[in-house]
């Protein structure tokens, strides 16, 4: 297998996935960048959910307009997931950046975390689409399924960064001797 960091410049990889979705993104491979392209990387997941809470946040004042009360607290359950969602990951880009100083990762705990960040950046246009479809489900039978679809991929949301917290995590105890 082929070093992932060695294909910062290709842009075919996981690193130029990441690279290709956020302007700016210098990548992990250097060792002294990588606190810094994580914390850019948390930032720029947290903006992008936080973008679709404000929309969602439209769509509940669209509700209320249109006398449609009985869908609030349904479409508040999505808004909080997505909040807590662009909280925990602006949180841990100062909690997580001292791991990789500590721990000496390895290629393939590496290559998981960076999995993990772009199925991270990629779920926020599956969320997109879903508050679209919530959106043109208004006034019609379909809303409640769309709702419920817009909270599942929350839920989602929330399990990928713990997972992704726990191969950190993982690695940190086992660079510890803890395993």
Same mark, same amino acid.
């Given at each position: 297998?082929?070093?992932?960091?060695? +294909?910062?410049?290709?842009?075919?990889?996981?690193? *130029?996935?990441?690279?290709?979705?956020?302007?700016? !993104? !210098? *990548? =992990?491979?250097?060792?002294?960048? %990588?606190? @810094?392209?994580?914390?850019?990387?948390?930032?720029?997941?947290?903006?992008? =959910?936080?973008?679709?809470?404000?929309?969602?946040?439209?769509?509940?004042?669209?509700?209320?307009?249109? *006398?449609?009360?009985?869908?609030?607290?349904?479409?508040?359950?999505?808004?909080?997931?997505? %909040?807590?969602?662009?909280?925990?990951?602006?949180?841990?880009?100062?909690? =997580?950046?001292?791991? !990789?100083?500590?721990?000496?990762?390895?290629?393939? @705990?590496?290559? +998981?975390?960076?999995?993990?960040?772009?199925?991270?950046?990629?779920?926020?246009?599956?969320?997109?689409?879903?508050?679209?479809?919530? @959106?043109?489900?208004?006034?019609?039978?379909?809303?409640?399924?769309?709702?419920?679809?817009?909270?599942?991929?929350?839920?989602?949301?929330?399990?990928? !960064?713990?997972?992704?917290?726990?191969?950190?995590?993982?690695?940190?105890?086992?660079?510890?001797? @803890?395993?």
């Amino acid at each position: 297998m082929s070093d992932p960091l060695g +294909k910062i410049t290709e842009g075919k990889d996981i690193i *130029g996935k990441i690279r290709n979705k956020l302007s700016g !993104f !210098f *990548g =992990y491979g250097d060792r002294e960048n %990588r606190r @810094e392209a994580d914390k850019l990387l948390r930032e720029e997941i947290a903006k992008r =959910y936080e973008e679709q809470w404000s929309r969602i946040s439209g769509l509940q004042r669209q509700l209320i307009a249109g *006398g449609q009360l009985k869908y609030l607290d349904d479409l508040e359950d999505g808004a909080i997931k997505m %909040r807590i969602f662009s909280d925990r990951v602006r949180r841990a880009a100062y909690g =997580y950046a001292g791991f !990789f100083d500590a721990v000496r990762v390895q290629s393939d @705990e590496l290559t +998981k975390i960076y999995e993990y960040d772009i199925a991270l950046m990629e779920n926020v246009d599956n969320i997109s689409r879903a508050i679209d479809n919530v @959106e043109a489900s208004i006034d019609t039978d379909g809303l409640p399924a769309a709702i419920r679809h817009l909270i599942a991929l929350g839920e989602e949301a929330l399990e990928a !960064f713990d997972r992704r917290a726990e191969v950190i995590l993982a690695t940190d105890s086992s660079a510890l001797g @803890e395993e």
